[in-house]
């Protein structure tokens, strides 16, 4: 079974910046998706974006143009780089790899102030 570990959560003010990364506990086969997904208090939990072993990406209408997801597929790690952040996209960010693996990263909460 793969393991997913995320990083880079905190606090940030409205219109900040943040990096989250998360690494595979194992190489991972291919095909495969790697994807990040947000729960806010209250709220069910949302696709972010996802990425494609092979590169092709998608994004939630909320964040296109702001967050940008990428992968190293040598270090197995996924990558999301948060920018104009709002207060709304507060919330508990969770990695997920699918393919011939669905797993889920523990969360890492992500608190962006007004």
């Known amino acids: 079974q793969v393991q997913l570990v995320e990083s880079g959560g905190g606090l940030v003010q409205a219109g900040g910046s943040l990096r989250l990364s998360c690494a595979a506990s194992?190489?991972?086969?291919?095909?495969?998706?790697m994807g990040w997904y947000r729960q806010a208090p209250g709220k069910q939990r949302e696709l972010v974006a996802t990425v494609t072993s092979s590169g092709s990406t998608n994004y939630a209408d909320s964040v296109r143009g702001r967050f940008t997801i990428s992968r190293d597929n040598a270090k197995n790690t996924v990558f999301l780089q948060m920018n104009s952040l709002k207060p709304e996209d507060t919330a508990v960010y969770y990695c997920r790899i699918t393919g011939p693996y669905d797993a889920w990263g523990q969360g890492t909460q992500v608190t962006v102030s007004s």
């Open positions: 194992r190489v991972i086969f291919r095909p495969n998706v």
